[in-house]
């Protein structure tokens, strides 16, 4: 009865013209129902790198640790019985320092699964073969130049990250079948997308540009924006202003995301586990996602009243003058591009 309400329901929303309104209405009917289609699998939260926009220098408590075999192995098992068949191997660290990063690649696509993996790209070199496997590699690069490279990611190698990329693009070349490999940047108003692009995007199939704010830190069970420590980072970030009529956040709908330690919690953006919805080692996957603890904060999305989630990125938007730059840096491109 309840499969047939669905059902019933779904092919009326169906007929909704408006896209953004359907898939408004589609999750506030069904957000409470439906399983995750993603499941987040924060392999590691140790980094190499120290980039100072990264939310690490500011929330990060500790060296960091890899998720244990077991968790891993349990987490991909439970979501493949679920039907979960979209993973990404990333939150808070980088993942190519797993130990059995490799491993866990074969594992999840014998079991056929999407697999989504970032990475500073420092590390590229050890592990061509297993990231030959992955459906989308997204490399976070950020600099333009020597520089700027070695300035927004502190700690990484600007020879390093050129050569394993131009490397790896050349292994692939022989290959059928090929990752998906994007590349982004956060802009900031001193970025130079045009160097960005010209330097970088022969190597991908795609660039984005985002764009950066400060970073997020956790208070009383709540998010809540910081100023970014560094004061480069601080003198050229855009400014922002509160999105009108934005109340509505997929993340705690569509995925489900678990700690190094086993912890599901609320998002990628919680790095140290301060919304805690369940732990893999004491409950079941399934009875995780449909913990009271989640359903409460999808409720509080479908009441419209985001108390936790307030001060997140996702509801803030660039004012008109930073927003002006930005699109004018864009379009610098797209015209060399002939877009
Ligand atoms: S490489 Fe990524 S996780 Fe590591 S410090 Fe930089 S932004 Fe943060
Ligand atoms: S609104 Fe922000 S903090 Fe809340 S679930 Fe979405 S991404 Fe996470």
Not at 1 to 16: E, Q
Not at 112 to 131: C, G, M, P, W, Y
Not at 300 to 318: H, L, Q
């Amino acid at each position: 009865m309840r499969k047939y309400l669905k059902n019933f329901l779904l092919r009326r929303v169906k007929k909704i013209g408006n896209a953004g309104v359907r898939d408004r209405i589609k999750k506030r009917l069904f957000g409470g129902l439906f399983f995750p289609s993603t499941i987040v699998i924060d392999v590691t939260s140790i980094c190499n790198a120290e980039c100072p926009f990264c939310p690490r220098t500011l929330v990060s408590s500790g060296p960091g640790v890899n998720m244990e075999d077991q968790v891993f192995y349990d987490l991909v098992d439970q979501a493949d019985h679920l039907g979960i068949k979209e993973t990404r191997l990333y939150a808070s660290g980088e993942s190519l320092l797993h130990p059995n990063i490799d491993k866990y690649i074969r594992y999840l696509k014998d079991k056929k699964f999407h697999v989504i993996i970032s990475t500073n790209a420092q590390f590229l070199d050890r592990h061509f073969e297993a990231l030959s496997k992955v459906d989308w590699i997204k490399y976070s690069i950020e600099g333009w130049d020597r520089k700027s490279y070695e300035y927004y990611r502190k700690n990484c190698s600007y020879d390093v990250v050129l050569s394993n990329i131009r490397a790896f693009k050349e292994y692939l070349s022989g290959q059928k079948i090929k990752p998906y490999i994007s590349i982004s940047v956060m802009v900031n108003r001193e970025t130079d997308i045009e160097k960005f692009n010209g330097l970088w995007s022969k190597y991908v199939d795609r660039v984005d540009y985002g764009k950066t704010m400060g970073v997020f830190d956790w208070e009383e069970g709540r998010i809540r924006y910081r100023d970014f420590k560094d004061e480069r980072c601080r003198a050229n970030m855009y400014s922002f202003q509160l999105r009108k009529n934005v109340d509505y956040c997929a993340n705690i709908f569509e995925t489900i995301t678990f700690s190094p330690s086993g912890k599901a919690v609320i998002c990628c953006q919680d790095f140290n586990g301060r919304i805690v919805l369940g732990d893999i080692k004491k409950t079941g996957l399934k009875e995780i996602i449909r913990s009271p603890a989640r359903r409460a904060l999808q409720n509080e999305f479908m009441r419209g009243s985001i108390d936790t989630c307030k001060d997140c990125v996702i509801f803030y938007e660039m004012d008109d003058r930073s927003r002006d730059d930005f699109n004018g840096k864009l379009s610098g491109i797209q015209k060399k591009e002939g877009v």
